[in-house]
């Protein structure tokens, strides 16, 4: 395969087997170094740098009994809407109309439920201490005691 490339008078190198080749100019060599070092940093630390800090100081966070309870509203708006569309869908003789209600139940939900408004932020989780670590003393000390525990049973 080696030798056909050859023959061809195509360059055979291993990057561009990795999916990108080397630049042949200058203008390109930049282009590809700046790719290569979106590629490095990831694609959302590169996007994050274009993010307004008025956005970026919004909460994000919602604690698990926000969680709870922002899936047990979903559940009830979707259920209710459900069936609320069903009957009039039913009365009307028209499935669309049970899904136009069916729908708008589903915006109501995620207007509702996806974020994180602050009565879904109250209980914050608290964080325990990092402990410190021990000696090579104390877990020194703390290995031959249980050696000497072993030994006695």
């Not at 282009?31 to 290569?36: Q, S």
């Not at 069936?83 to 136009?100: A, D, E, K, L």
């Not at 879904?120 to 000390?141: A, F, V």
């Amino acid at each position: 395969m080696y030798e056909i490339l050859q023959r061809l008078g195509q360059t055979f190198n291993r990057k561009s087997m990795c999916g990108y080749s080397l630049p042949s100019s200058t203008k390109e060599h930049r282009w590809f170094l700046h790719v290569k070092k979106r590629k490095k940093e990831g694609n959302m630390e590169y996007l994050e740098k274009f993010v307004p800090e008025s956005i970026k100081k919004l909460p994000v966070h919602m604690d698990f009994e926000g969680q709870k309870k922002a899936e047990r509203l979903f559940q009830i708006i979707i259920g209710l809407f459900g069936v609320v569309g069903f009957v009039w869908g039913y009365i009307c003789q028209q499935f669309s109309q049970t899904m136009y209600i069916l729908i708008a139940g589903f915006v109501l939900s995620c207007l509702l439920t996806l974020p994180p408004w602050p009565m879904y932020r109250r209980k914050p989780l608290q964080w325990q201490k990092p402990r410190e670590e021990n000696t090579d003393k104390e877990s020194s000390s703390a290995s031959q005691s249980a050696q000497k525990t072993k030994k006695k049973k």
